[in-house]
């Protein structure tokens, strides 16, 4: 399985980004999705998941309000549109796929992908 993030870049405070992560896999509709991020110096921390059929989303509080996840399954791909950002969503956001929902909300994903970088300046 492959998943390639993209959509990162430089945005100022208060702006919006939509990052896009593509699977191979034909069985993409089957795994629930996730975005995770890490910042320097930090650990990943989650930061929303979606159902395999897009019907249950997750959240965390830091993402509430202000990112949306969802996904296109007849594109094997999922998104993530982020408004108002803050500098401290600076991080590197990564994509991944999970067979078991509550390993999902868990962070316990089967397949990571390369992520993508994204720069929020104050």
């Known amino acids: 399985v492959q998943l390639q993030a993209s959509g990162g870049g430089l945005v100022q405070a208060g702006g919006s980004l939509s990052l896009s992560c593509a699977a191979s896999r034909r069985t993409f509709s089957s795994y629930h999705m996730g975005w995770f991020r890490q910042a320097p110096g930090k650990e990943r921390e989650f930061v929303a998941v979606i159902s395999w059929g897009g019907g249950m989303t997750h959240y965390a509080d830091s993402a509430k309000g202000r990112f949306t996840i969802s996904r296109d399954n007849a594109k094997n791909t999922v998104y993530l549109q982020m408004n108002s950002l803050k500098p401290e969503d600076t991080a590197v956001y990564y994509c991944?796929?999970?067979?078991?929902?509550?390993?999902?909300?868990?962070?316990?994903?089967?397949?990571w992908g390369k992520g993508t970088q994204v720069t929020v300046s104050s």
């Open positions: 991944a796929l999970a067979s078991i929902w509550g390993a999902a909300l868990k962070g316990t994903m089967d397949y």
